[in-house]
């Protein structure tokens, strides 16, 4: 039997998604408490890792389990055995051929800034801070020169070790809800920290700090150095990937509704 579950994680505590030998992380915290459910060993796959500190509102995984359970078990059953920090809030049965990760046909991301003069004392691990205020405007007009299909190698780390950096970004707004700046971004796939370097431009420009031909030079000239810094990454939530109808997974998109944080 194949199961599929949406998870939310606070990423504070954790050294990423991904089990690491020298620290706890999401994923481990995860199998750890469906083994207890299932009475045997679990594995997951995951829609999409996330790095240190990053959050996860609907993290999409599936395991395979000879244990027949209620739906409900793997989802508040579970939740009992999970720390504080992780919960999972959707379960579903999903077909053999269903995979998290690669038949998912896009991911979504949204980076979250607190745009005020004083920085937060309750949300500190929850938002990017910036005191200086930010032309919105400016970030979302600049922001659509780069939706389409073009090879974002400015905007990866050093690091990463994907095979290409061409990707077709269909989404990326920014958006104000009072003192909350909002950047969501949507692509059929994402280069190692890709969001958070896109985030660190439009903040430069909504500094003021350089305009819309700037950005497109950055992403023409396919050259790291040349972009902004790569935004902190607590401001950065995993919404959601999107599947093919068959699979009847859920649109978990209401869950990152801004609106909702109270400040």
């Known amino acids: 039997m194949r199961i599929a579950l949406a998870v939310e994680y606070n990423g504070t505590p954790f050294c990423g998604w991904q089990i690491q030998p020298h620290c706890h992380s999401v994923q481990a915290e995860l199998e750890q408490a469906l083994t207890r459910i299932a009475d045997e060993p679990i594995n997951v796959s995951c829609s999409g890792r996330t790095d240190t500190g990053v959050h996860g509102i609907a993290q999409v995984v599936h395991f395979d389990t000879s244990a027949i359970r209620p739906l409900r078990a793997w989802t508040f059953g579970t939740n009992t055995h999970l720390n504080e920090h992780v919960a ?6 999903v077909s053999g051929d269903f995979h998290a990760r690669f038949k998912a046909l896009n991911r979504s991301y949204q980076y979250r800034i607190l745009n005020r003069g004083t920085r937060s004392g309750l949300y500190s691990d929850k938002l990017s801070w910036v005191n ?11 922001a659509q020169q780069l939706l389409g299909v073009h090879d974002f190698s400015a905007f990866r780390s050093a690091d990463c070790q994907a095979k290409h950096a061409v990707r077709d970004l269909q989404q990326l707004d920014v958006k104000r809800h009072g003192q909350l700046i909002s950047i969501d971004v949507r692509a059929n796939g994402f280069l190692h920290n890709m969001v958070r370097i896109l985030s660190g431009c439009l903040i430069k420009i909504g500094k003021h700090e350089a305009d819309a031909a700037w950005l497109l030079d950055v992403l023409e000239q396919r050259d790291r150095t040349r972009a902004g810094m790569t935004a902190p990454a607590q401001g950065l939530y995993f919404v959601q990937p999107a599947y093919p109808s068959e699979f009847s997974i859920p649109d978990f998109q209401q869950l990152a509704s801004i609106p909702g944080y109270s400040l």
């Open 132 to 142: 200086q205020s930010l032309d919105v405007d400016a970030m979302h007009t600049a």
């Open 88 to 93: 999972v809030h959707w379960a579903g049965e």
